[in-house]
């Protein structure tokens, strides 16, 4: 694997604040990936985390770090409902990258939420399901860091095609990165192609988008994120809720 390095300044503590966000997003809108991952490090440090489901812009993102020698702590919502294929792109990423993906669990095993709340959740009340299994887990996890890099892009859905490359994420009280804001799905898949990197080899069987096996399907639709909640009006799980606050 060819490798970049490049000189970072990590600063001693957080000096970025919510009112330079229109000023910093001015700036980075239209510089490289690398730029806004090495400025993120040297503000946040080991206070800076990437987070990923596995799917391509994740991929990416694993990849461009690891090339920049960037230490992020890389971690994965673990719901314990994902794909057998999710959980050897975890596996094979993990060796490609020689790199150890922190698994961020709920507080209920899947049989403690049958007992405590309901059979199959994921069915009668998918929001709740989400934020026992999701929403819950990452507010703890992000509770002691400063930043955390996602791989939401503009193009994905209308819900994500306002976000900013950094927010202020009000739900977790983190700066929230979104370095592939302006990446097309095409571009994504093109730097998965030029690197050979590893994907999830559902994406060749019609899954547009993977998330927990009960609440994913296939779908010939054109939108990156179908088949997620398939016939139901839900389209995210509830950690990437819009930010307005920025767009005030
Ligand atoms: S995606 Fe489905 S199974 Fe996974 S946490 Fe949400 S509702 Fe539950």
Same mark, same amino acid.
């Given at each position: ?19 330079? /966000? ?16 090495? !400025? ?49 792109? *975890? ?30 959740? *994921? ?12 929403? /819950?887990?990452?507010?703890?996890? /992000?509770?002691?860091?400063?930043? *955390? ?39 994504? !898949? ?38 997620? *909640? ?13 930010? /307005?606050?920025?767009?005030?």
């Amino acid at each position: 694997m060819k490798t970049e390095t490049k000189e970072v300044l990590l600063k001693d503590s957080v000096d970025v604040k919510t009112d330079d /966000l229109p000023a910093l997003n001015n700036r980075f809108e239209h510089q490289l990936l690398d730029d806004l991952l090495i !400025w993120a490090f040297e503000q946040f440090g080991n206070e800076l985390v990437l987070g990923t489901g596995f799917g391509p812009s994740g991929v990416v993102l694993i990849h461009k770090i690891t090339q920049l020698n960037l230490p992020v702590k890389v971690f994965c919502l673990d719901t314990n409902l994902l794909f057998d294929e999710t959980y050897s792109l *975890w596996d094979k990423i993990e060796k490609r990258f020689n790199i150890t993906i922190e698994s961020v669990s709920p507080i209920l095993t899947l049989e403690g939420q049958a007992t405590l709340h309901e059979e199959e959740m *994921w069915k009668s009340n998918p929001d709740r399901c989400c934020y026992l299994r999701k929403v /819950l887990p990452l507010q703890k996890y /992000l509770s002691n860091k400063k930043g *955390w890099i996602t791989g939401l892009r503009r193009s994905q859905s209308d819900m994500r095609k306002g976000i900013d490359k950094i927010e202020w994420d009000s739900s977790n009280k983190v700066f929230k990165l979104n370095p592939l804001a302006d990446w097309s799905q095409g571009k994504i !898949w093109d730097h998965i192609d030029e690197h050979n990197l590893p994907y999830n080899p559902l994406h060749d069987e019609g899954y547009p988008s993977i998330g927990c096996i009960p609440c994913t399907e296939p779908s010939k639709n054109q939108d990156e994120r179908s088949g997620r *909640w398939k016939n139901m009006e839900k389209t995210e799980c509830g950690i990437h809720l819009p930010n /307005l606050q920025n767009k005030k």
